[in-house]
Every structure is written in structure tokens, then in C-alpha cells.
């Protein structure tokens, strides 16, 4: 394997920081690289806000119950953000694009870009020994950001970012079967059965090194036969004008 392929492969979610700090020269490299990723029609609809203020780190950790929000040295939000691209436009003209912009696929679009970066983001971080997260929950903290930042309309909370010196390597955690995640001309649901059936013994030997009886379907389960009500989330983003369509 060559260098980058390793980092790619050795890189575990990182949820146990040091307490050292990233310096700002180091962190330069970890955001260029997650700008110079491929977006949605080069509109680069994706800006990272730093959060700074510990107070504010603090109660987004406690409100999604992630202390690693917290424990990181850099947390980021990271917005979809059509903000950016709307600058110049005004009047009708600005009414149209904002409708247009709020299609599903364009919408989508700003948060697949968000993904992306997010990712380029990790690999550069684990490549200068530096370690992280990227977290959903925590957008649900996103009353917190939007008091605390001052967001403007067309942007919105769709990702998150934890940075900083790894207390320790959790492990890689094993993935399902490559035959079930690429397959040719056709979905081949033998396959996939077997697959899962397979993963679920890896998952279970995982799991018990750190004394969780479970496989992966019943860890699943777990997590998606509670009721969540979300009404929340999809009220934050049409008050941010992505009105899906
Ligand atoms: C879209 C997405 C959302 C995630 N949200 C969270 C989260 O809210 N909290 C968290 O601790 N990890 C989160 N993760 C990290 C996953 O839990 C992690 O990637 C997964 O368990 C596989 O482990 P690995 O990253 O070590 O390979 C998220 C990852 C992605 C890609």
C-alpha cells in the first residue's frame, strides 16, 4: 500500500483527545485540503464556522450528549451554504435562483459537498498524526450555533467536525464485505444476505472485545426502532430557506 492508501485504511472515528492543541500552521493544511475538494457545479456551497468558545462547545456536548464535542481541540459546524452564492444577485433575479437552489438535488448537493470536505478534512488531519470525528448529531445542537453565530439565511448546520490530538487508537472498525458494497450490472440481494450474515460474526467479535453482546443488525436495531421526532430539524431548514421541493 502506499502512504495515502494506509492513512485511508488505519483511519478510526477519534472520540479520545490528548488536550494538545493543533497549531494554526497545521490546521492551514487541514483546510485547504477540505476546500480542494470537487462540489456541486464548483458553487463550493460549504463553509466551516470554528467554534471557539468553550462555553459553547460545552452546552452543544451536553445537549447531544457527545462530551467529545467538548474534549476536541477544534469543533467545527460545517454549513451548506448557498449564502456565498447568491452575493451579487438581486431582486427577481435572486427569487429565482433561491427557488431553484431549493430543489432536493441542489440541496442535497451542498451537503454532499459538505461530506466530502469533511472527509478530505479527516484524512489530512490523520495524515500529520492528528485524529477526529465527523458528527451528525450534533447539528441538533443547532439552536446553540445560530444565537452563538449568526448564520445567515441559505445556511444551515449539516455536519460537524471534531479535530485533535488522539488519546489512543480506538482500532479500525471492520466494514461490511466488499461484495455487498461493490457489485456489477446488478443488485444481488443473495449476496448482500450473505454478506451481512458474514459482518455480523466480525461484528459480534468486535463488539464483545469491548464487552457489547451484539452483532451489527441488532446494534441497529437498537438505534432505529425508537420513535424520533425530527419536526425540529426539518423546521431549521425551512427557516433557512432550503424549502425541498
Ligand atoms: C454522516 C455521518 C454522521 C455521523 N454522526 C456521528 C455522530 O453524531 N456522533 C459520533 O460519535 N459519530 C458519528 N459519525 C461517525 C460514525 O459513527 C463512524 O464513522 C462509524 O461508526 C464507523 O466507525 P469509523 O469511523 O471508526 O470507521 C458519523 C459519521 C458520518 C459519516
Known amino acids: 500500500m502506499n502512504d495515502l492508501l494506509k492513512v485511508i485504511h488505519n483511519r478510526a472515528s477519534i472520540r479520545k483527545f490528548t488536550g494538545e492543541h493543533i497549531p494554526e500552521s497545521d490546521m492551514e493544511q487541514i483546510m485547504s485540503a477540505a476546500q480542494s475538494v470537487p462540489s456541486i457545479n464548483n458553487y463550493q456551497p460549504v463553509t466551516y464556522v470554528?467554534?471557539?468558545?468553550?462555553?459553547?462547545?460545552?452546552?452543544?456536548?451536553?445537549?447531544v450528549n457527545m462530551p467529545y464535542v467538548a474534549s476536541s481541540d477544534?469543533?467545527?459546524?460545517?454549513?451548506?451554504?448557498?449564502?456565498?452564492?447568491?452575493?451579487?444577485f438581486e431582486g427577481k433575479e435572486r427569487e429565482i435562483a433561491?427557488?431553484?437552489?431549493?430543489?432536493?438535488n441542489i440541496a442535497e448537493g451542498a451537503a454532499l459537498s459538505a461530506g466530502v470536505s469533511a472527509y478530505a478534512a479527516i484524512i489530512a488531519a490523520e495524515s500529520l498524526g492528528y485524529g477526529g470525528v465527523t458528527m451528525a448529531g450534533p447539528v441538533r445542537a443547532f439552536q446553540i450555533y445560530e444565537n452563538y453565530l449568526d448564520l445567515p439565511e441559505m445556511?444551515?448546520?449539516?455536519?460537524?467536525?471534531?479535530?485533535?490530538?488522539p488519546d489512543g487508537h480506538p482500532g479500525v472498525k471492520p466494514k461490511l464485505p466488499l461484495s455487498t458494497f461493490w457489485q456489477k450490472d446488478s443488485?444481488?440481494?443473495?449476496?448482500i444476505d450473505q454478506g451481512i450474515a458474514d459482518y455480523n460474526k466480525t461484528m459480534r467479535s468486535y463488539y464483545e472485545s469491548r464487552n457489547i453482546d451484539?452483532?451489527?443488525?441488532?446494534?441497529?436495531?437498537?438505534?432505529?426502532?425508537?420513535?424520533?421526532?425530527?419536526t425540529a430539524l426539518t423546521e431549521y431548514a425551512k427557516r433557512k430557506g432550503f424549502n425541498l421541493k
Do not use: C, M, P
Open 50 to 63: 470554528e467554534i471557539t468558545d468553550q462555553s459553547v462547545k460545552d452546552q452543544a456536548a451536553d445537549l
Open 74 to 88: 477544534r469543533f467545527f459546524v460545517i454549513l451548506a451554504d448557498y449564502h456565498k452564492l447568491l452575493v451579487g
Open 98 to 104: 433561491q427557488t431553484n437552489l431549493s430543489a432536493y
Open 155 to 165: 445556511t444551515k448546520v449539516v455536519f460537524t467536525l471534531a479535530l485533535g490530538v
Open 187 to 191: 443488485y444481488d440481494t443473495n449476496v
Open 214 to 230: 451484539e452483532n451489527w443488525t441488532e446494534h441497529n436495531k437498537k438505534a432505529l426502532t425508537k420513535a424520533k421526532d425530527t
